[in-house]
């Protein structure tokens, strides 16, 4: 069965970073789309980064995609050896504040390239990301 477990969330004042690790298993696609969403209470989940897997390589157009908020600050990468997916979190501020789950679409463009309502196959448990001032 297909599990993404994610790792990395912690408490950090703002302007610092974290790391957020997503592994997946479960699974042999390498074409894929695999993401991070955040969710505060009471706001519906926003995508955040997305990238493609598949390709060996090959540039996509919207792979990676970010998320407004997050351009310039937060970095996506994956390593596909390890069916690992990052997400890099640089100068957080406090808006950052949420709990960020991994997403996956398995063989599929799925979310990729900003299509955040196209609902992700797969998810998460998430993980807790605070950022104070």
């Known amino acids: 069965q297909v599990q993404l477990v994610e790792s990395g969330g912690d408490s950090v004042q703002a302007g610092g970073s974290l790391r957020l690790s997503c592994v997946g298993s479960g699974y042999t696609d390498e074409n894929n789309c695999m993401g991070w969403f955040r969710q505060v209470p009471g706001k519906e989940r926003e995508g955040v980064a997305a990238?493609?897997?598949?390709?060996?390589?090959?540039?996509?157009?919207?792979?990676?995609y970010y998320a407004d908020s997050v351009v310039g600050r937060f970095t996506i990468s994956q390593d596909n050896a390890k069916n690992t997916v990052y997400l890099q979190m640089n100068r957080l501020k406090p808006e950052d504040t949420a709990i960020y789950y991994c997403?996956?679409?398995?063989?599929?463009?799925?979310?990729?390239?900003?299509?955040?309502?196209?609902?992700?196959?797969?998810w998460g448990q998430g993980t807790q990301v605070t950022v104070t001032t």
């Open positions: 990238i493609y897997t598949g390709g060996g390589g090959t540039y996509y157009a919207g792979s990676p």
């Open positions: 997403a996956a679409d398995l063989g599929d463009w799925g979310f990729c390239g900003g299509n955040w309502y196209d609902p992700p196959g797969y």
